[in-house]
């Protein structure tokens, strides 16, 4: 079975290089991308679509043109204070947590927010429920989201920052009769 993942389009939130909020919106390339994106997924075999509730997942499946079921699940890691806000603007408005964040950025909880580790449980939850279910699957989501399935592949959440999934790109995890896993995708983006 295929679990397969697309990353919203480039969102206006991505350009002003914020830690995404729930409600910012696709780019006029972000738009482009899904679009050239959809010439690929509709190449591709999935009986379910899930979605991730925030406006650009919404958007992109728009794009997309699929019915889908919205799963929280699988929504962006909820950054709680330092929502709308640039690295720089973190730094200087929360100086102590950010130093927290990035001297341990699996378990610390940030105000509000989540940890990587919190957000893992939820991710892996949602994957192995999948997986019981044993049939292909599209998901419209979140780069942090995809990077954490690709952990779940290793069991080693702390793989997060070894990955890298671009805006529009989609991203395919196989699973095979004997539940082993491996990443048959990373990255495609068609141009």
Same mark, same amino acid.
């Given at each position: $079975? &295929?679990?397969? $993942?697309?990353?919203? !389009?480039?969102? %206006? ?16 390339? !972000? *738009? ?10 509709? #190449? =591709?075999?999935?009986? +379910? ?7 650009? #997942?919404? %958007? #992109? ?23 709308? =806000?640039?690295? /720089?603007? @973190?730094? +200087? ?12 950025? $699996? ?5 509000? !927010? %989540?940890?990587?580790? @919190? ?8 994957? /192995? ?5 044993? /049939?292909?699957? =599209? ?26 999934? #671009? ?5 395919? *995890?196989?699973?095979? %009769? &004997? ?13």
């Amino acid at each position: $079975m &295929d679990i397969i $993942m697309i990353r919203h !389009g480039q969102s %206006e939130a991505n350009l002003a290089k914020i830690f995404g909020t729930e409600d910012t919106r696709l780019s006029k390339e !972000g *738009i482009r991308q899904i679009k050239r994106a959809k010439k690929h997924i509709d #190449t =591709l075999s999935f009986s +379910k679509v899930y979605v991730s509730p925030f406006a650009r #997942t919404k %958007e #992109t499946l728009h794009h997309l043109g699929f019915q889908a079921k919205e799963d929280k699940r699988i929504q962006e890691y909820d950054f709680g204070i330092f929502s709308g =806000l640039t690295n /720089e603007e @973190i730094e +200087k408005k929360y100086p102590l947590e950010y130093q927290e964040w990035i001297e341990n950025p $699996m378990d610390y909880k940030i105000p509000e !927010g %989540e940890s990587l580790q @919190i957000v893992y449980r939820r991710v892996k939850n949602f994957l /192995e429920e999948v997986i019981e279910k044993n /049939e292909n699957v =599209l998901l419209v989501t979140h780069a942090g989201i995809i990077r954490l399935a690709f952990c779940w592949v290793f069991n080693k959440p702390e793989y997060f920052f070894k990955f890298k999934v #671009t805006n529009g790109s989609v991203n395919i *995890i196989t699973v095979n %009769e &004997d539940n082993f896993k491996y990443i048959k995708q990373v990255n495609f983006s068609p141009r």
